[in-house]
Each structure stands twice: as structure tokens, then as C-alpha cells.
């Protein structure tokens, strides 16, 4: 079982660290990543954790981790999602949680990947039976898991998945804060050092605002850079590059993001006064007028009224929800902008711009190729 370990690392002299936190499995952006940023063996780089599950190249992904930690200036770390995996195949007492896992948690993955290939699936196994046979198959892969530590102290950064309690004796933290801790950059820390993280996107900390780029809060102390990938829509894998050189620290980000590339071809000015976000939890809202294309909700939690695509509405149990993360934003365009398509929605088009997501008509873009 994954327990508490702390690595320290002390570097004298200049060095280049790249530091990369929820991959999800995967290894394709994962690798892209690394050669936009020039990877080098002779960087340090650290994996701050959940690189398995929610994604289709999981065990692939573990057995690349694997050959970049066979340098010794690579540190992988567990996340709650190597946490979780272990513990739902190694404990007898869960097995049972495992269809609720496949059903509701996981469309993707490791365990389902073998619980398919196994044919599992026809009942012909216990759940017992069904969590031995997926733990027999990923035999080495979870050798590996167990045994990951869950902090790095290097120099003055200590790096853990989730974030630390507000305590100086950090290494006495509850594995489960280290691993789980939501909202760590809201919390704040009490040590010296300054913490990097991963674990929760960090467009969750922005109100208004649908964007996953790295955070770097000088006053706290911390860096969050959770890009989102393998939870969230709209989502990027972020690397976070520190370069130290005759003693002077450098910190940038860099990131890779999936989507269509177009050109604007016509200029617009949206003149927006409010730009409105919902965002989890709080995805629960009520149609106050529908119309044909952009229906007046209001969000329940908080009372805010904005207009939301008609697709990115569901009913569920006699209540309405929209879909995930969603911003009423209307881009600000200029001729032969580059714009990034998240989707295309009858005349309307979702897509970012210089890190903003928005939406604008499907008439003022083209394809570039």
C-alpha cells in the first residue's frame, strides 16, 4: 500500500526542473508536452502525481513513467488516483465498490481496460474473483504504485499532489491531505518553501474565467498546475519549467491543448459589460425563458442569471443542470485571429482565444489548415 514518503533533494549550482502533475493516462499529450519543452535527461522533472486512470493509454502511460524514472533525476509521486487504484484492487473488503466504480467513475482506464479484456463482465467471477483476476494482470504495474513517495523537497519548493496542512512538521500530514486536500491554494500553507501541486484544475480558482493555466502565487507560496486533463472539457497539460542560474530563480509555464485551429475573418466587438462562469459544484440552474438558440437560466447556488447554450442543458430527476464547466463570454475578435474550437453548435461556435473561452457565430471563422 501507498504510505507516506518524503524525498529531499538538495542542488548546488544551476539546474533546469520541469514539473508535470496529472497526466490521466494521456501519454500522447504527455509526450508532446515533454518535446515542446525540450526535455532532457539531464533536467530534473518531477511527476506530482495522477498520471493513471480517466484516460486510453493508462497502462502505457505507467510504463513510460517507469522508463523516465529510471534517471535519477526523475521523481514520481503518488496522487489519489495511484491511491485509489491500489487500494480498490488490493483490499478484499472494496471489491464490491468496483461496478460502481466502472459505472460512475471510470469510462475509461486501466481497470476497465482489463475488466473488458478479461471478459469479466458475464458474471462468471465474483467481485472477489474479479479483483484478483484485474490485480493478477496488472501485477507489475502496481508494484510500482505502491511504492511511490508523496513529497519532494527540492531546495527551496517542496512538491506534493494535493497540498499540505497548515502545520511546519509537514511530513506528519495525513496522507489523505497530501493526496486529496481540495482548495490548498485558498488554505495556504505555514512553511518557508514554496509548495506546488496539483490535483485540482485550476480554473477552478478563477470566477469568471474558463482557464487552466498554471497559477503562481508569490504571496502564499504556492503553484497549482493542474491543466485539467482527463476531467474537464476545455482542459491543457501544463508544465511548470523553474531554472536556476548563478542563483537566480526563473520561474515560466508552457502547455500543450488539443483542439482545431481556425482563422477569424472578420472583426467583432461583443461589447459585453458581465462575463458569468459556472462552475463545479454548483451546475445546477433554472431556465427562466427559453429561446432558440441561448436560454436565460439562473444558477441555482448562487442566483446569477446568464444565457446558456441550449445543448449544454440536461434534465435529471426533474431538475436542470448544465454541463460542466460554461462561461457566457462573447470573444472579441480581430481579422485573421487564430481562435482554438472546442465545438461547433448549429451557427455558434464555443473557442478559445488567447486563454479566454467564449463563444461567437460560425460565420466569422474558417479553417486553418
Not at 472494496?94 to 466502472?102: G, R, T, V
Request: glycine residues 4%.
Amino acid at each position: 500500500m501507498i504510505r507516506p514518503k518524503h524525498l529531499k533533494k538538495r542542488v548546488d549550482g544551476d539546474y533546469r526542473l520541469i514539473a508535470v502533475s496529472d497526466i490521466h493516462g494521456h501519454l500522447d499529450r504527455f509526450q508532446q508536452l515533454l518535446k515542446k519543452i525540450n526535455y532532457s535527461p539531464s533536467d530534473y522533472l518531477v511527476i506530482i502525481g495522477d498520471f493513471v486512470e480517466k484516460g486510453d493509454q493508462v497502462i502505457e502511460t505507467i510504463h513510460y513513467v517507469q522508463q523516465l524514472d529510471q534517471n535519477e533525476r526523475t521523481y514520481v509521486l503518488a496522487g489519489n488516483c495511484e491511491w485509489a487504484l491500489e487500494a480498490l484492487l488490493s483490499i478484499p473488503e472494496i471489491a464490491e465498490q468496483i461496478p460502481k466504480y466502472l459505472q460512475r467513475v471510470s469510462s475509461n482506464g486501466c481497470i476497465r481496460k482489463v475488466y473488458e479484456e478479461l471478459h469479466l463482465y458475464d458474471g462468471h467471477e465474483t467481485l472477489l474473483g474479479v479483483q484478483k483476476q484485474i490485480a493478477a494482470y496488472l501485477k507489475d504495474e502496481l508494484k510500482y504504485i505502491s511504492q511511490l513517495p508523496t513529497t519532494l523537497k527540492f531546495n527551496d519548493f517542496l512538491f506534493v499532489h494535493a497540498g499540505i496542512e497548515p502545520r511546519e512538521d509537514y511530513e506528519q500530514c495525513g496522507l489523505s491531505s497530501m493526496l486529496e486536500m481540495q482548495h490548498f491554494l485558498d488554505l495556504g500553507h505555514q512553511l518557508k518553501e514554496t509548495v506546488v501541486v496539483g490535483h485540482l484544475p485550476t480554473s477552478n480558482y478563477k470566477s469568471n474565467q474558463i482557464d487552466n493555466s498554471v497559477i503562481i502565487d508569490h504571496q502564499k507560496r504556492i503553484i497549482c498546475i493542474d491543466g485539467g486533463t482527463g476531467v474537464k472539457p476545455v482542459s491543457q497539460l501544463n508544465a511548470l519549467i523553474i531554472e536556476s542560474k548563478d542563483q537566480h530563480i526563473k520561474i515560466t509555464s508552457d502547455y500543450v491543448q488539443s483542439f482545431p485551429k481556425y482563422r477569424v475573418i472578420k472583426d467583432f466587438q461583443a461589447n459585453q459589460k458581465e462575463i458569468h462562469k459556472i462552475s463545479f459544484p454548483d451546475f445546477e440552474v433554472k431556465v427562466l425563458q427559453k429561446a432558440k438558440h441561448f436560454s436565460l437560466c439562473e444558477q441555482i447556488a448562487t442566483k446569477t442569471q446568464l444565457h446558456i447554450k441550449n445543448e449544454f442543458l440536461y434534465q435529471k430527476n426533474n431538475r436542470t443542470y448544465c454541463l460542466d464547466d460554461y462561461t457566457d463570454c462573447i470573444l472579441n475578435l480581430k481579422k485573421n485571429d487564430i481562435i482554438k474550437v472546442i465545438g461547433i453548435y448549429g451557427d455558434y461556435v464555443y473557442a478559445i482565444k488567447d486563454n479566454q473561452v467564449g463563444w461567437l457565430k460560425l460565420s466569422l471563422i474558417e479553417y486553418k489548415s
